[in-house]
């Protein structure tokens, strides 16, 4: 079993590979750290709380409260693709006796910051650890400004962000994560542990679609998976008004799958750097991925191009599906 520590800014798709990793038993989930991204941390961290109000793991992780903006800059958000409170706007849902659908509770808060508690679950579990980062880097790059020594003993880092061969989501060229927070995402890269990236070049190609979600509910209406409809649903909604399919990349639920099963994803070692200074080019990842230049660079970062999106579907429903 693999321990594991994910750090995440609680959207939509970050609460649907929290669900995958909850519910793999290849994984011990030692604790969530939240940032600042796709909402302001505060929402954050009531997210990642309801989330595990909403399905009661059998061992709940502990959660710590994280970066509130970027290292050097103002905060962006995405409540306009994951809803005010970043999660779909599922807080808004009532039951019939008006009582919320999804309450939320403070259980298992720490009061430890993230940059402290990610050190302390480094410092517990050394090489044995993975750290998953779902959202912006802000968390671990302070946890690697307070105690750099430490941190080199993380086992590895799987980072979902960036674009290498494919346009960005959030400017031309930059994937939202590291556009957040490109001062972060370059102090990572560079920081000399195991990492892998996880771009969207590959998980554009994994999208659940809405048909698919409704037929598997249709056939096993759990709880598990009717808050994946609710969480989902205003997420599919902006993809079918926006990029004309009705349903969701699962960028982050690859990211998961990844560190349950190496094979669904085919990575290459790169020389990567981060644009912290252009004018247009703020939050753009660079690397030379030419197969023909392949071994005149250092590396320092694993990078995945391909990727077997059919299986990350099918991993994704068999672990909810057995809950």
């Known amino acids: 079993m693999k321990h594991v520590l994910i750090d995440t800014d609680a959207g939509v798709d970050d609460a649907l590979a929290i669900l995958l990793a909850l519910s793999s038993r290849e994984l011990a989930i030692e604790g969530i750290a939240t940032v600042a991204g796709n909402i302001d941390v505060e929402h954050a961290t009531a997210n990642v709380l309801t989330i595990l109000d909403a399905v009661f793991p059998p061992i709940r992780p502990s959660v710590a409260r994280g970066a509130e903006r970027p290292l050097n800059r103002p905060l962006v958000t995405a409540a306009h693709v994951h809803g005010e409170d970043g999660l779909g706007n599922i807080t808004t849902l009532r039951r019939p006796d008006g009582s919320p659908k999804y309450p939320s509770s403070r259980h298992g808060l720490v009061s430890l910051g993230a940059a402290e508690f990610i050190i302390d679950e480094v410092r517990k579990h050394g090489p044995?650890?993975?750290?998953?980062?779902?959202?912006?880097?802000?968390?671990?790059?302070?946890?690697?400004?307070?105690?750099?020594?430490?941190?080199?003993?993380?086992?590895?880092?799987?980072?979902?962000?960036?674009?290498?061969?494919?346009?960005?989501?959030?400017?031309?060229?930059?994937?939202?994560?590291?556009?957040?927070?490109?001062?972060?995402?370059?102090?990572?890269?560079?920081?000399?542990?195991?990492?892998?990236?996880?771009p969207l070049d590959v998980t554009e190609q994994v999208i659940l679609t809405r048909t698919e979600l409704e037929c598997r509910y249709a056939s096993n209406p759990s709880p598990i998976l009717d808050f994946t409809r609710d969480v989902s649903s205003f997420y599919m909604d902006f993809h079918r008004d926006n990029d004309g399919f009705d349903g969701c990349y699962m960028h982050d639920p690859t990211t998961v799958a990844f560190a349950i099963d190496r094979s669904v994803l085919m990575t290459v070692p790169a020389e990567v750097h981060v644009e912290c200074k252009g004018e247009y080019t703020a939050g753009m990842t660079v690397a030379d991925l030419r197969p023909e230049r392949a071994g005149r660079y250092r590396t320092n970062t694993e990078v995945a191009v391909g990727v077997d999106a059919g299986r990350v579907i099918d991993l994704f429903f068999s672990r909810l599906l057995a809950c």
């Open 128 to 198: 044995g650890l993975t750290l998953i980062t779902l959202g912006p880097l802000t968390n671990v790059a302070e946890a690697i400004r307070l105690n750099p020594e430490t941190m080199r003993r993380v086992g590895e880092i799987i980072i979902m962000g960036g674009a290498f061969r494919t346009y960005g989501n959030t400017s031309p060229v930059a994937e939202f994560n590291i556009f957040v927070d490109p001062d972060a995402a370059a102090r990572i890269v560079e920081f000399d542990v195991p990492k892998t990236v996880v």
